[in-house]
């Protein structure tokens, strides 16, 4: 086993104003979760309730003995989960069945979004897809591979076992509507490093948030690259939403088509979630990605070797509603913020790379889905 990567907790982020990347429209999930819920401050609650009781739900199975103690309390923990669907399978339907065939969807993006009991913190902790863990009943291999193996459940069972994180609620989000999401907010402003913006919205900024083979550190700064987006996302959506509700309303509708909520997640717990962003901003968020030693190879596979240790003292603070204080104590791998961030793929935008990603992929005939991987 070779490393190849320094270890987290020595490595200096790239400042960049936003890195985000991938196959993560679980920032999809957030993000357009968030906005859609900002109906409700203006106004349309009709409009929320109504389109909200449209999102399909499925039966999360988050119960099971052995899981680690819940905090007592109403802080949550929201597992955020970004897929990819294979070829004539439908995520909804296998969801809404119980009926998962093993290798029928990827999951690229894995995040946990803990709201504290006051509501006055909020941290977002990404996992790496290729942090080498122990899936339950399956053995050791990549974290994503829990959620092909065996679905959200699997995937929540295997984190709650690695990292001692309770998970309350899971979002699952389907990849495909994440460039109707960006074209319904009329675009999404990216700060780029000479301090110009860039507005992306469709194919293009589906190709920008999957990206990683371009960034100077793959997936690292990929997953920099996702978080960026979605704070610049939601402080757009609290700026500026409340004052075009007929694009609200759009946004509502693509959410029905875009994600699938556990059946415990009911509309008056979204919107008292949007009711807590709405009134916060995006900025009162924390955004980092969970403690690792950087990247190894095990049995021919590049991963990434997770910080068990640290990982779990993390999400203990994070559940005691303690980070604060945590982080002046530990090494923390902290998204920078936007004034400070310097977009590793920039002259990549600026040059019409990503525009031809996006011209290659639809000679495919997947105009909506370009491989930028």
Request: proline share 5%; glycine share 8%; aromatic share 6%.
């Amino acid at each position: 086993m070779s490393e190849h990567r320094p270890a987290s907790a020595h490595r200096t982020r790239r400042a960049g104003p936003l890195r985000l990347a991938k196959r993560h429209p679980a920032l999809s999930v957030l993000c357009v979760l968030a906005l859609a819920l900002l109906v409700g401050v203006g106004g349309w609650v009709w409009v929320l309730n109504s389109r909200l009781g449209d999102i399909p739900r499925f039966d999360a199975e988050l119960d099971r003995p052995g899981r680690p103690e819940r905090v007592e309390g109403s802080a949550l923990n929201v597992l955020l989960v970004g897929v990819d669907a294979g070829p004539g399978h439908d995520l909804r339907e296998q969801l809404q069945t119980g009926d998962w065939v093993e290798g029928s969807f990827r999951s690229d993006t894995m995040m946990v979004w803990h709201l504290s009991e006051d509501r006055d913190s909020s941290q977002v902790v990404s996992l790496p897809r290729d942090a080498w863990v122990e899936i339950p009943g399956r053995g050791r291999a990549k974290l994503n591979a829990a959620f092909s193996f065996g679905g959200p459940r699997l995937l929540a069972h295997t984190l709650e076992e690695t990292a001692g994180v309770f998970v309350d609620h899971v979002v699952v989000v389907d990849f495909e509507g994440f460039a109707e999401v960006t074209e319904t907010l009329g675009g999404v402003e990216v700060p780029m490093a000479d301090g110009t913006t860039s507005r992306l919205e469709g194919a293009e900024a589906l190709a920008y948030v999957r990206d990683r083979k371009s960034l100077p550190e793959g997936d690292f700064d990929r997953i920099d690259r996702q978080q960026h987006f979605l704070r610049a996302v939601l402080e757009q959506a609290v700026s500026g939403s409340r004052t075009n509700p007929l694009r609200l309303t759009g946004l509502v509708g693509d959410l029905a088509e875009l994600v699938v909520l556990d059946s415990e997640f009911d509309q008056g717990l979204i919107r008292s979630l949007a009711m807590t962003i709405t009134r916060k901003g995006a900025g009162e968020f924390t955004w980092l990605t969970a403690p690792h030693h950087g990247t190894a190879t095990i049995d021919g596979q590049s991963v990434v070797e997770l910080d068990v240790r640290a990982t779990r003292a993390l999400f203990q603070a994070i559940a005691r509603d303690d980070f604060e204080r945590y982080r002046r104590t530990h090494d923390v791998d902290l998204l920078p913020p936007p004034t400070e961030s310097i977009d590793p793929l920039d002259e990549v935008i600026r040059s019409g790379a990503v525009a031809a990603c996006v011209t290659q992929e639809s000679s495919k005939g997947h105009a909506h889905r370009p491989t930028v991987r």
